[in-house]
């Protein structure tokens, strides 16, 4: 069965912290694996990683793929409270069931 | 360009009932997903229609079918309602298919089953 783990499942940090969340990931057909930001209402799309060890940066948020050891971590450095949120990954499968794979996401929560 | 659409935002049933949410993807945008979102399981994806037809279906029970129109515009039903099926469901849109380009998700139907 495809899966994807998040981890932590929740960080408290105060603001100009520097976070690290983790994504590891087992599916029997990879395509990509994705980040999104959801706040309190619909994901917001962050990143979407095929290849590996090539970073993706945006702003203060960076995301890299290891395609070998089936993880992926996104980082947010001088976090700010409005990085607070759920942090969702997800993989997209290919071949015969495309689907996408969600993780139970990490709550970040940042203090002033 | 406006958004990825739902209706109802909330909504209120009994178990036995059931429901039909709606889902305007995209202008343009021809794929429309749709996942389960619930504190325990976290998003689950339910079933992806793309062209009318049905792509993709995840590991949901037969109570729980859809449909895409001509424009795009997606429904979803679920007959029978059981208290389990109280969750957020979001719908969201891609150009073509979901696999292979970004999806902007809608806000959501808050469905609570009583």
């Known amino acids: 069965e495809d899966k994807v783990v998040q981890s932590p499942l929740s960080l408290v940090v105060h603001e100009g912290d520097t976070v690290t969340l983790n994504c590891s990931y087992e599916?029997?057909?990879?395509?990509?694996l994705l980040w999104y930001k959801q706040e309190k209402k619909a994901p917001t799309f962050l990143f979407m990683l095929?290849?590996?060890?090539i970073e993706k940066k945006s702003g203060r948020l960076s995301s890299i793929l290891d395609k070998k050891e089936l993880f992926s971590i996104l980082n947010i450095t001088a976090t700010q409270t409005g990085d607070s949120a759920v942090y969702l990954c997800?993989?997209?499968?290919?071949?015969?069931?495309?689907?996408?794979?969600f993780g139970k996401g990490t709550k970040l929560t940042v203090n002033p | 360009k406006a958004g990825v659409t739902q209706t109802p935002r909330y909504l209120i049933k009994t178990r036995g009932q059931q429901v039909t949410l709606s889902c305007s993807p995209i202008?343009?945008?021809?794929?429309v997903s749709w996942y389960q979102q619930t504190p325990g399981q976290g998003l689950q994806f339910l079933f992806e229609?793309?062209?009318?037809?049905?792509?993709n279906k995840g590991n949901f029970p037969g109570r729980f079918s859809g449909r895409q129109f001509s424009n795009s515009r997606s429904e979803m039903n679920v007959s029978t309602l059981e208290l389990g099926d109280s969750a957020l469901y979001l719908c969201?849109?891609?150009?073509?298919?979901?696999?292979?380009?970004?999806?902007?998700f809608g806000p959501g139907t808050r469905l609570t089953v009583l």
């Open positions: 969201a849109s891609s150009l073509a298919l979901a696999g292979e380009n970004e999806q902007f």
């Open positions: 599916v029997t057909n990879f395509r990509s």
């Open positions: 095929t290849s590996s060890g």
């Open positions: 997800a993989v997209q499968t290919q071949g015969g069931s495309e689907k996408l794979v």
């Open positions: 202008s343009g945008h021809r794929s």
């Open positions: 229609y793309f062209s009318e037809t049905q792509r």
